[in-house]
């Protein structure tokens, strides 16, 4: 009896020493994160360009962060290019916006810094980097005025042009000049003695000598017996396009149409041949070959032709043909 309470008393002590063991450990306190992670993010100076970022890893988080600075100017770039509008003649487009966004997206920030970098934890990275101003600013105005010398190189070469094809490099530098509206309206951004507006006008000024081509430019169309359903289609297309149609030559870009065919097993094969001509140059042309089911009509054939040449035509199916129009 003895022996079984000494037993027993041995087993509780056991049982004592094993849960005195397991004192709950206390969790050790985390760091706490340095201030300028959740701080506003400095504003830029006169010197310095800042971007704040949080990634996975450093390499992005610093890639995050140069994007970061890009698209805060961006904003202001936005809100530049509205205020250019209501002081201009500028005509503003949803294109135009959406440009200065792809544009300013691919700026490329090579002289940057990480002035601030910490792990958050195993799986995020902070960092915080600047960029010196007036070396982005010196490489800005570099490339601009790099490319506003080929814009007036190329438009030297106007006066050597026919009516047409003086059309087609009016179009081209148009659309060359808006590509530099980001460029100017960050400029006019980061530097306060730059006159973005001499630049805006600059591009407005091949936009408006575009209007003016596109305004005086007209087509005469002309076609052999054959191809009438085909001329119709081609005016009709112009006409769409907002070009004058006339109908006199004299002046005019000359669009002749010819048109051969031949039935082999119940199949009308069409052959049309398009020529552009400008004071009496020919310029170029496509030759488009049709296919049809005869069904004993060639006048249906060619009915049917028709309706799948304009098809092809809004579709812009026929790349020789889309030089002519917007």
């Known amino acids: 009896m003895r022996l079984y309470s000494l037993l027993i008393s041995f087993i509780i002590l056991l049982g004592l020493n094993a849960c005195g063991g397991t004192a709950p450990q206390v969790p050790k306190e985390q760091a706490p994160l340095p ?11 006169q010197t310095t360009m800042y971007g704040m970022a949080i990634a996975k890893n450093r390499d992005l988080a610093i890639k995050m962060a140069l994007s970061d600075m890009i698209s805060r100017l961006g904003v202001k770039i936005e809100s530049s290019y509205e205020s250019v509008e209501k002081s201009n003649s500028y005509r503003s487009s ?7 966004k792809s544009e300013v997206s691919q700026i490329k920030i090579n002289n940057y810094k990480v002035i601030k970098a910490y792990r958050v934890s195993y799986r995020e990275f902070a960092v915080m980097v600047s960029s010196n101003k007036q070396q982005f600013i010196a490489g800005l105005q570099a490339d601009l005025q790099v490319k506003k010398a080929a814009l007036k190189e190329k438009e ?6 026919d009516t047409f094809a003086a059309y ?3 179009k081209s530098l148009m659309q060359e000049a808006k590509q530099l509206v980001s460029m100017v ?3 006019g951004e980061l530097d306060a003695s730059y006159n973005k507006m001499e630049d805006m006008q600059s591009i407005e000024h091949y936009t408006k000598q575009y209007i ?13 017996t054959k191809s009438q359903n085909f001329v119709s289609v081609v005016k009709n297309n112009l006409i769409k396009h907002g070009f004058r149609v006339s109908r006199s030559a004299k002046g005019a870009v000359v669009l002749a149409l010819k048109t051969t065919d ?5 199949i009308r094969v069409i052959t049309l041949h398009l020529s552009v001509y400008d004071k009496k140059n020919r310029l170029g042309g496509k030759t488009i070959i049709m296919k049809e089911y005869n069904n ?6 060619y009915k049917n032709a028709a309706i799948h040449f304009q098809e092809d035509l809004n579709a812009g199916e026929i790349e020789f043909y889309q030089l002519l129009t917007p």
Do not use: C
């Not at 201030?35 to 100076?45: E, G, K, Y």
């Not at 949803?94 to 200065?100: F, H, Y």
């Open 35 to 45: 201030a300028w992670i959740n701080s506003v993010l400095p504003d830029d100076t």
């Open 94 to 100: 949803l294109d135009v916006k959406n440009s200065i």
């Open 156 to 161: 030297a070469t106007l006066k050597t042009l």
């Open 168 to 170: 087609r490099l009016k």
């Open 185 to 187: 309206l960050m400029l």
């Open 212 to 224: 003016q081509a596109s305004a005086s430019l007209h087509f005469f169309v002309k076609g052999d």
């Open 262 to 266: 031949y039935v082999s097993k119940g």
């Open 296 to 301: 004993g009509s060639e006048k249906n054939a």
